[in-house]
């Protein structure tokens, strides 16, 4: 007799009492559910202060959901170990989402061809009998040359380089004239000095009484301005022999 007890209590503790669900989201909406009928379960109890009765009624739907966690297997794990339902959910919503991928493009593969295939065949039907009524309405004329336009183009192609070398020449040209001038105003507005002015009124004094007077003041002048280094006589710059 005491034999069997101790088979039956070695089988008992073997037993497993925890209720398998597959789910642990439909678990848990199962839970709300009786959630919201026992919190009527004081409604009717009027001697109980409100706050009393709001801190029972916290603990008693707390306790509900330890007990019902404790006392499931979710797919052979505890409910702490489970995967929660949002990973749950995920997964599922993968699966069905590729699964249905998969389908809809098997089905596209097998019925668009079969669908587009006559539009194609009416479109290009179409595209032949338009091209069947083209015309050509004007027709293209040759081009002919002009000889003496060749002829015109070939001797400005010619006359070009020159062309462009006598530009250069004028515009390296027009800054030396530049310079030039410049020389020439600075000269006409430099101011003679007084011997320049004596010889310059006697020179003209010379021309307007005529040949008859005597020239001898006229070099005695220049000799003494050329004494004074207003005018100095100007020699020929000597030439260098060539080699």
Not at 117 to 130: D, G, M, N, Q, Y
Not at 145 to 165: C, F, T, Y
Not at 207 to 234: F, M, V
């Amino acid at each position: 007799m005491a034999s069997v007890q101790c088979e039956t209590s070695a089988g008992d503790e073997n037993v497993e009492y925890r209720v398998p669900v597959s789910s642990k989201k439909q678990l848990t909406e199962q839970i709300n559910k009786f959630k919201d009928v026992l919190r009527t379960a004081l409604d009717g109890q009027t001697d109980v202060h409100e706050d009393t009765k709001r801190v029972l009624l916290q603990e008693l739907l707390a306790n509900f959901e330890a007990a019902v966690q404790l006392n499931v297997l979710v797919n052979g794990q505890p409910w702490e170990d489970a995967p929660d339902a949002e990973e749950e959910d995920e997964a599922i919503d993968l699966e069905s989402l590729l699964d249905d991928a998969i389908v809809e493009t098997t089905r596209r593969r097998l019925t668009y061809p079969k669908q587009i295939l006559p539009h194609v065949v009416h479109s290009l039907k179409a595209e032949r009998k338009l091209m069947g009524l083209y015309e050509h309405k004007v027709k293209p004329q040759e081009v002919v040359k002009d000889p003496d336009q060749e002829s015109i183009m070939r001797d400005l192609s010619a006359q070009a380089p020159g062309l462009v070398q006598s530009a250069i020449q004028m515009i390296k040209s027009v800054g030396t004239l530049q310079q030039q001038a410049e020389g020439l105003c600075e000269i006409l507005n430099m101011k003679p000095s007084h011997n320049t002015v004596e010889i310059q009124n006697l020179v003209f004094d010379a021309a307007t009484r005529g040949p008859a007077r005597s020239r001898q003041p006229i070099r005695r002048a220049l000799e003494e301005a050329a004494a004074t280094d207003c005018y100095g006589k100007k020699h020929k710059p000597e030439e260098e022999p060539q080699h």
